[in-house]
């Protein structure tokens, strides 16, 4: 998979088995896709794709529907220029969810997944220090840091 930082699509190469790829498929994302993220994301036990989209500061989902193919299912706009993405169960409830760093408001978005490859929106938001964010990095085993950072408000800084 290839980010096309200047247009809005990605491009999908399938592996061949012997170290080379079929031509690329491409998808319609948002603008300016910069980071894939891949996990099975509705629970039917494929490989899924979440792509961030910085100059649309979305997330947009691709769904697996077998034999290399997917399809857009959904886009969720993040509010304050997603720098970064990745993915954790951040609830446990063995769904995984997503977060992105936001490098202009200063904070994360997680978009909880709700199971079936739909999240729900921002539902819980940290905010940090001064300091632009731009990474996040999944620290604990459990995957439960974020979370447990949330629902205390301690402050953090990347
Ligand atoms: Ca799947
Ligand atoms: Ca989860």
Redesign the pocket.
Known sequence: MTTNLRTSAVSLFINNGDGSFRDGSDYSVQKGPIKVVAG?????????LAVLCFSASAVSIL??RGKGSFVVASKYDITGSPADLCSGDFNGDGKIDLVTANSNSLNLSILLNKGNGTFAKDVSILYLTNHSVSCVVILTKTQRLIWRLLETKILMCF
């Open positions: 099975d994301l509705d629970g039917d036990k494929d490989v899924d769904l697996n």
